[in-house]
T-cell receptor, first 110, second 115 residues
Framework: QKEVEQDPGPLSVPEGAIVSLNCTYS??????FMWYRQYSRKGPELLMY????GNKEDGRFTAQVDKSSKYISLFIRDSQPSDSATYLC??????????FGIGTKLQVIP | GAGVSQSPSNKVTEKGKDVELRCDPI?????LYWYRQSLGQGLEFLIY????????KSGLPSDRFSAERTGGSVSTLTIQRTQQEDSAVYLC?????????????FGPGTRLTVT
C-alpha cells in the first residue's frame, strides 16, 4: 500500500462547477500538507499549504485536512478552463522529505 | 527573478549509455531536491541537498544513480548504464531557508527517453 493514495482521474467538470479533489494517507506522522498544480510539460507549483488539521482558504481554493481520518481535500469553486491541470497532493513529517500523490488530472470544460 | 532551470529539456539516449542532467536552483536557495516523475507513478523522491550537510540519498533507486552539488548551487544528476525503466521526467526543486521548507520551486524538468 502506498503512503499516499490519490485517484488519478481524469475528472471532467463543466465551467463554474465546484471541484473536490482528495487524498488519503497512512503515515500518522505527516503534519504538513500541500497541494501542487502541474500544467502539461511544466513543473509543479505550490497552491496551498496547511499545517496539521483544519481549513485554509485562498481565493477560489480551500484546503481541508482531517488527521483523524487521514484524509485531505482541495475544493475549487467556480472552476475555470484555466484550472485544467494535474493536482498533486503532498505531505511531510518533521523532515524535508515530501511524499507526493500520483496526481489527479482535472479538465474544466467551457 | 529567474526560476529553477534544468538542462537539457529533452534527452534521448541508448540503453547502456551514461547521462548527466543539470539543475540550476534559484539564487540563495540552500535546499535542492531531485524527483523522478513516471507515467502512473507520481513524483518519486530521489535525493536532497541542504547547504553543506551530507545529502539524503535514500530515494536513489540503484547505485547507477548519483548526484552532486558543487559550491552549494548547481547540481548534476548522473545515471550510469541507463535502462529503459529509467525513462521518465526528472524534476529539480529548490527552497529557501527564509521561507517554509515545503515551499519548493520546481524547474520544468528533463524528459529522458532511453531507447
Amino acid at each position: 500500500q502506498k503512503e499516499v493514495e490519490q485517484d488519478p482521474g481524469p475528472l471532467s467538470v463543466p465551467e463554474g462547477a465546484i471541484v473536490s479533489l482528495n487524498c488519503t494517507y497512512s503515515n500518522s506522522a505527516f503534519q504538513y500538507f500541500m497541494w501542487y498544480r502541474q500544467y502539461s510539460r511544466k513543473g509543479p507549483e505550490l497552491l496551498m499549504y496547511t499545517y496539521s488539521s483544519g481549513n485554509k482558504e485562498d481565493g477560489r481554493f480551500t484546503a481541508q485536512v482531517d488527521k483523524s481520518s487521514k484524509y485531505i481535500s482541495l475544493f475549487i469553486r467556480d472552476s475555470q478552463p484555466s484550472d485544467s491541470a494535474t493536482y498533486l497532493c503532498a505531505m511531510s513529517a518533521r523532515s524535508q522529505k515530501v511524499t507526493f500523490g500520483i496526481g489527479t488530472k482535472l479538465q474544466v470544460i467551457p | 527573478g529567474a526560476g529553477v532551470s534544468q538542462s537539457p529539456s529533452n534527452k534521448v539516449t541508448e540503453k547502456g549509455k551514461d547521462v548527466e542532467l543539470r539543475c540550476d536552483p534559484i539564487s540563495g536557495h540552500t535546499a535542492l531536491y531531485w524527483y523522478r516523475q513516471s507515467l502512473g507513478q507520481g513524483l518519486e523522491f530521489l535525493i536532497y541537498f541542504q547547504g553543506n550537510s551530507a545529502p539524503d540519498k535514500s530515494g536513489l533507486p540503484s547505485d547507477r544513480f548519483s548526484a552532486e552539488r558543487t559550491g552549494g548551487s548547481v547540481s548534476t544528476l548522473t545515471i550510469q548504464r541507463t535502462q529503459q525503466e529509467d525513462s521518465a521526467v526528472y524534476l529539480c526543486a529548490s527552497s529557501s531557508p527564509r521561507r517554509d521548507p515545503y515551499e519548493q520551486y520546481f524547474g520544468p524538468g528533463t524528459r529522458l527517453t532511453v531507447t
